[in-house]
């Protein structure tokens, strides 16, 4: 009896040794096919804009096809979360906001079953990290900052503003400028940054937070008009504009884009992707464009992206805490 349960067990160790080997020298051709990009938001969008360049730059490094697929909706958390549940293999990864760091707190707020939880991605590497710009239509009465809050003072409710969605890296920063310069405006959700801007164009809304790349070009063409940023230092893109820290309003909200990957995604993988991105985000091509877009880059590696992402979600999530309920 003792025979054939010993040559059983053998064997099986065998075949686990075997799928092992296996396993391991499929993981070290990683990547033997093309990779998904996974933007969640629409084309047009801050995320779209630094997605496609890296992508190519990536396709490069890597000696494979790396396809950008936007997959938007729900403010972004069904992109996100369709990369939280797919295989750790490598060949799918998601370029996404900051968002990333707000919708789990939303969804505990809605009480509802959260689309992801964080510690399902691994941070690769973070490409850009841009002030979001407060902008109105050129043709709009306000010329400053004090004059767009001060006429929303004294009509409140009267204006709307456009967002990527309830809760979107558009939406929660409009509303920490409303809870602290202290007006009121209606929130108009669209699926990206892409369809909000041209709902501003079409008079559909009267302003939008929106990061600089998605409109630079219009306010360089005459057709917007930028008020305001959220950041602490001049951007490199519009250098006279004003901050609202300049006005008196403690207020600050980067609108950054990462690269991620499911957190079950082997280390070797990992160790080729981050290697790969620090010299995508050194490629002056990717560089250029970018830059061009209006955002420029502000590269890091994943463990200095990791400690920048756990201090962000602290202040997302107090931040959305105090927006509350939003149906």
């Not at 003792?2 to 099986?12: K, M, S």
């Not at 707020?109 to 991605?121: D, G, H, S, V």
């Not at 005459?222 to 959220?230: C, S």
């Not at 082997?266 to 985000?281: G, H, T, Y």
């Amino acid at each position: 009896m003792l025979q054939p349960r010993r040559a059983l067990l053998r064997a099986a160790l065998l075949a686990a040794a075997c799928c092992a080997a296996t396993a391991a020298m499929a993981q070290g051709g990683w990547p033997e096919k093309p990779i998904t990009m996974i933007v969640p938001f629409p084309p047009g969008g801050v995320a779209d804009t630094v997605a496609r360049p890296v992508a190519e730059s990536l396709s490069r490094e890597l000696k494979q096809a790396v396809i950008v697929e936007n997959k938007a909706g729900a403010g972004g958390a069904v992109g996100i979360g369709f990369v939280a549940r797919a295989p750790a293999d490598g060949y799918t990864v998601l370029l996404s906001l900051s968002s990333i760091s707000i919708l789990p707190e939303a969804d505990a707020i809605l009480e509802r079953k959260p689309a992801y939880q964080m510690n399902q991605f691994k941070p690769i590497a973070r490409f850009t990290a841009d002030p979001t710009v407060l902008v109105v239509r050129a043709d709009a009465p306000w010329k400053t900052l004090s004059e767009f809050v001060a006429d929303a003072r004294v009509k409140p409710g009267t204006y709307n503003y456009g967002s990527s969605g309830n809760y979107g890296t558009m939406h929660v920063p409009m509303e920490m400028l409303k809870n602290a310069a202290g007006f009121r405006m209606t929130h108009i959700p669209y699926t990206g940054a892409g369809p909000a801007i041209v709902a501003l164009l079409a008079g559909q809304v009267d302003a939008v937070a929106s990061g600089p790349s998605t409109v630079v070009q219009q306010i360089k063409a005459g057709k917007l008009r930028a008020l305001a940023h959220w950041g602490d230092k001049p951007l490199a893109a519009l250098p006279d504009l004003p901050s609202l820290e300049q006005a008196g309003y403690k207020v600050k909200f980067a609108q950054w884009s990462g690269l991620f990957v499911p957190a079950g995604t082997p280390d070797d993988i990992v160790r080729k992707l981050r290697a790969a991105s620090a010299k995508v985000a050194a490629d002056p091509a990717v560089v250029q464009v970018i830059e061009r877009a209006g955002s420029p880059l502000a590269y890091l590696d994943a463990p200095e992206f990791q400690t920048y992402w756990n201090a962000d979600a602290n202040t997302m999530t107090d931040a959305v805490r105090k927006i509350g309920r939003v149906e």
